[in-house]
């Protein structure tokens, strides 16, 4: 099973998201709820990249951990926004439709 976590501040705003483990919805090549989820994620750390000059993510197999620095300047945080919050919808949207193989977690801090 993959597991989404997203970081918000009381105000809503995502600092992280974390995705770890494997779908297992079909053997490895052929699972499109894993590609489904590959698909939204790095672009969504590609748009990061290109849009608002943010690279702070690790990855490994099986793993992605992304976080905005906290020294982000104001006016980045409405692209950023976007772009999480997209991401953040179609996560929850493949969670909707695969949910023994995706589980999205919010957390506020």
């Given at each position: 099973?993959?597991r989404?976590?997203?970081?918000?501040d009381?105000?809503?705003?995502?600092?992280?998201?974390?995705?770890?483990?494997?779908?297992g919805?079909?053997?490895?090549?052929?699972?499109?709820?894993?590609?489904?989820?590959?698909?939204?994620?790095?672009t969504?750390?590609?748009?990061l990249?290109?849009?608002?000059?943010?690279?702070?993510?690790?990855?490994?197999d099986?793993?992605?951990?992304c976080?905005?620095?906290?020294?982000i300047?104001?006016?980045?945080k409405?692209t950023?926004?976007i772009?999480?919050?997209?991401?953040?919808?179609?996560?929850?949207?493949?969670?909707n439709?695969?949910?023994?193989?995706?589980?999205?977690?919010?957390?506020e801090?």
């Amino acid at each position: 099973m993959i597991r989404v976590k997203i970081v918000r501040d009381k105000e809503g705003f995502i600092w992280s998201f974390t995705i770890k483990g494997h779908a297992g919805y079909r053997k490895r090549g052929e699972d499109i709820v894993c590609a489904g989820v590959s698909a939204i994620a790095y672009t969504a750390v590609g748009a990061l990249s290109e849009l608002a000059g943010v690279n702070k993510y690790v990855e490994k197999d099986g793993y992605l951990k992304c976080s905005i620095p906290q020294s982000i300047s104001d006016d980045k945080k409405p692209t950023i926004k976007i772009i999480l919050e997209t991401m953040a919808i179609g996560l929850k949207q493949l969670e909707n439709s695969y949910s023994d193989y995706v589980v999205v977690e919010e957390e506020e801090v």
